[in-house]
């Protein structure tokens, strides 16, 4: 299996075929829908936002409560169509890489195609495997938002499939 | 004969059964995932049910939540009628219910209100169902159930002289337009007759029964086996990466219902199936 380093390029990108089945090694943010809500309403209004969108994947999780011995707790990917209102705006303002699981809109679909971007998915429901798929974790911002507050994950391996790109 | 027990025996077996269900893997969920792997051919079909089989391994050996979404807390309580519980039966099950998202490190999901939405960082409070039974003990039931599958679920309400082939297409067009959103492959759980509620009730408890074990009624598990059919040839398959097993299974109840009508409630239930269940 391929092994794909992020931040994602475009000229990684390019070599993705649709269903080729990848490892993730490199950093991403978590954000679902809440803080997906708070980036949109701010975007909207013109103010700055407490992350760097261009070349950055958004992986939609809320992970539980980690243990101190674990880097995270568990955390399998959420609905990626909840937050199929907010990602047109999202991928304007240089989001390059989403990690989710389901079918997104049509919508979506032909703005992932439009920006260059893709969207991978992950198994559902395996949230203990997965988390011994990430190295690390720091909540960077929302914090007020528990555990839908953004992270910066550190991933090492991550299984996904190039869905939509 | 009337029996008397301190309502501190139902917070600790609350707290014991939210445990279990969110990191232990119901045995007979597990087996049939183990019996889905062999059914599979294609490569990503067998590396996504390779990945649900090792988490279930992963999560029962460092105690870690199966699924990151450990749901709502829901639990149902059928309490003999001679039973006298000292204390407050209703706190003594959210105090467990706190007690086990607390201790086993599991995501507080509930927000306090469904339009201002701040979490309430307790998981709580739970949802209680009871009912009331013969005798002297209290069987206690859990789910932890995560919204992906939930927010899928649909109920009908048919005409009484709708073909059973309509319901069979209701069910069929509710896994194949909820894709891989509900993470299969899905335990279907389908309430049939009573009332609207009545219906969506019975379709969540259909979820408890065990996997492969079919209905009684010779008719049902003929229905059961017939959906279970059909939705496993849309292919979904597990994580939806297509494949022969979109659903482990099909488990159906039934209630007496009016003459007017027909409710059919479908409760989609992830491969990840969180139900705990102990009687005092």
């Known amino acids: ?165 | 004969m009337t029996r008397i027990i301190d309502a501190k025996l139902i917070t600790d077996k609350i707290k014991d059964l939210f445990i279990k269900a969110n990191t232990c893997l119901r045995p007979d969920i597990l087996a049939g995932l183990k019996k889905a792997r062999k059914n599979e051919a294609k490569e990503k079909s067998k590396y996504a049910l390779d990945i649900i089989i090792k988490n279930a391994f992963i999560a029962k050996k460092k105690m870690l939540a199966i699924c990151q979404d450990t749901g709502m807390a829901v639990v149902y309580l059928k309490a003999g009628q001679s039973l006298i519980v000292k204390g407050n039966l209703k706190k003594a099950v959210a105090k467990g219910a706190a007690l086990a998202y607390k201790k086993g490190y599991f995501r507080s999901s509930v927000v306090d209100d469904p339009l201002i939405r701040k979490n309430t960082n307790t998981n709580l409070p739970p949802i209680i169902y009871t009912d009331i039974v013969p005798g002297n003990k209290i069987n206690i039931k859990v789910v932890a159930k995560g919204f992906g599958c939930e927010n899928v679920s649909k109920i009908r309400m048919f005409r009484p002289t709708d073909p059973v082939s309509s319901i069979e297409d209701f069910v069929v067009n509710t896994v194949k337009e909820a894709g891989s959103r509900p993470c299969p492959p899905v335990y279907i759980g389908i309430g049939m007759g009573g009332t609207l509620d009545k219906a969506v009730s019975l379709s969540r408890e259909a979820i408890f029964r065990p996997l492969g074990k079919g209905s009684k009624d010779k008719h049902i598990a003929r229905l059961e086996k017939s959906i279970l059919k059909k939705v496993n040839n849309l292919r979904i398959g597990p994580a939806g990466v297509g494949g022969n097993t979109t659903a482990l299974g099909v488990s159906i109840l039934t209630y007496p219902t009016h003459i007017a009508g027909l409710p059919v409630s479908v409760n989609i239930s992830c491969h990840a199936t969180r139900t705990a269940e102990a009687t005092i």
């Open chain 1, 1 to 165: 299996m391929r092994k794909i380093f992020l931040p994602l390029t475009k000229d990684i990108i390019k070599t993705l075929k649709q269903g080729e089945m990848v490892l993730l090694s490199g950093r991403v943010l978590t954000a679902r829908d809440a803080a997906h809500k708070r980036l949109s309403d701010a975007l909207k209004a013109g103010k700055i936002i407490p992350v760097v969108l261009k070349g950055e994947t958004i992986y939609y999780v809320g992970p539980t409560p980690r243990r101190k011995s674990e880097a995270i707790g568990s955390c399998g990917p959420t609905t990626s169509s909840r937050m199929d209102p907010f990602t047109p705006l999202l991928l304007k303002h240089g989001l390059t890489g989403m990690i989710g699981k389901g079918e997104r809109s049509k919508e979506v679909n032909l703005a992932i195609k439009k920006h260059k971007a893709v969207y991978f998915i992950t198994i559902g429901g395996a949230g203990a495997y997965l988390s011994e798929k990430v190295k690390s974790a720091k909540i960077i911002a929302y914090k007020d938002l528990g555990p839908e507050a953004i992270y910066r994950l550190e991933i090492k391996d991550f299984p996904a499939i190039a869905e939509v790109l």
